[in-house]
Nanobody, 112 residues
Framework: HVQLVESGGDSVKAGGSLTLSCAAS????????MSWYRQAPGKERERVAS???????TYADSVKGRFTISQGDVRIMVYLRMNNLKLEDTAMYYC???????WGQGTQVTVS
C-alpha cells in the first residue's frame, strides 16, 4: 500500500518562491499520472497542475507561467515549483496519484 507525503510548504512573502515535493513510501508505477491540488479555507479543492502518464502537462489558468510540475526520481514522485507567489495562492497543497487514486496528507503554503 503506497503512501504519499508532501513537504516544502512554508510561509513566504508575496513574490517569493517555494518547491513542494511529493514522496512515496516506495517506488511504484503510481508515479505515472500525478497531480497537485490545493484547497483554501472555505473553498473547494482545485487541481493546479497535472502530468499524465505520457508526460503531458496541464495547469490551471491561475498558475500558468508561475508554477512548474516535474517528475522526480526514486522516492520523489513529483515536484511543484511555485514562483511569484501571490496572496491567493495561500492554501493546503496536496499531491495525488491519479493512476492509483491516492492522496497525500497535504502541506500548508501561506503567502503574506
Amino acid at each position: 500500500h503506497v503512501q504519499l507525503v508532501e513537504s516544502g510548504g512554508d510561509s513566504v512573502k508575496a513574490g517569493g518562491s517555494l518547491t513542494l515535493s511529493c514522496a512515496a513510501s516506495h517506488d511504484t508505477y503510481c508515479r505515472y499520472g500525478m497531480s497537485w491540488y490545493r484547497q483554501a479555507p472555505g473553498k473547494e479543492r482545485e487541481r493546479v497542475a497535472s502530468m499524465d502518464r505520457e508526460g503531458r502537462i496541464t495547469y490551471a489558468d491561475s498558475v500558468k507561467g508561475r508554477f512548474t510540475i516535474s517528475q522526480g526520481d526514486v522516492r520523489i514522485m513529483v515536484y511543484l515549483r511555485m514562483n511569484n507567489l501571490k496572496l491567493e495562492d495561500t492554501a493546503m497543497y496536496y499531491c495525488k496519484s491519479e493512476r492509483c487514486s491516492i492522496w497525500g496528507q497535504g502541506t500548508q503554503v501561506t503567502v503574506s
